[in-house]
Nanobody, 118 residues
Framework: QVELAESGGGLVQAGDSLRLSCAFYGRTFSLYVMGWFRQAPGKERELVAQ???????YEADSVKGRFTLSRDNAKNTVYLQMNSLKPEDTAVYYC????????????WGQGTQVTVSS
């Protein structure tokens, strides 16, 4: 069973930076694709970024150039560095994981709130 533990959310001002961390437990981390999703009030959950087992990354257009996803296989942790934050980045951010052979993300963290004030 995989368990995910997020940390690093908070309240910041527009233009500030935050780094979210997600610690992975229970399986071989290097075999899993990791992702960050977010859900704002009244909106659907959306994929923000994901990183494959081989460290290839994808970022949504809305965050490209501002957010960077990385992983440390020695620490079983994935990091989402968020720079130049905007009020529209305000959401609950969820870490997610799926085995590299699985089509859908099937393990989720509890979520961490990110609030960006203007």
């Amino acid at each position: 069973q995989v368990e995910l533990a997020e940390s690093g959310g908070g309240l910041v001002q527009a233009g500030d930076s935050l780094r979210l961390s997600c610690a992975f437990y229970g399986r071989t981390f290097s075999l899993y694709v990791m992702g960050w999703f977010r859900q704002a009030p009244g909106k659907e959950r959306e994929l923000v970024a994901q990183i494959t087992a081989g460290s290839s990354t994808y970022e949504a257009d809305s965050v490209k150039g501002r957010f960077t996803l990385s992983r440390d296989n020695a620490k079983n942790t994935v990091y989402l560095q968020m720079n130049s934050l905007k009020p529209e980045d305000t959401a609950v951010y969820y870490c997610a994981a799926k085995h590299r052979s699985t089509p859908e993300f099937d393990y989720w963290g509890q979520g961490t709130q990110v609030t960006v004030s203007s």
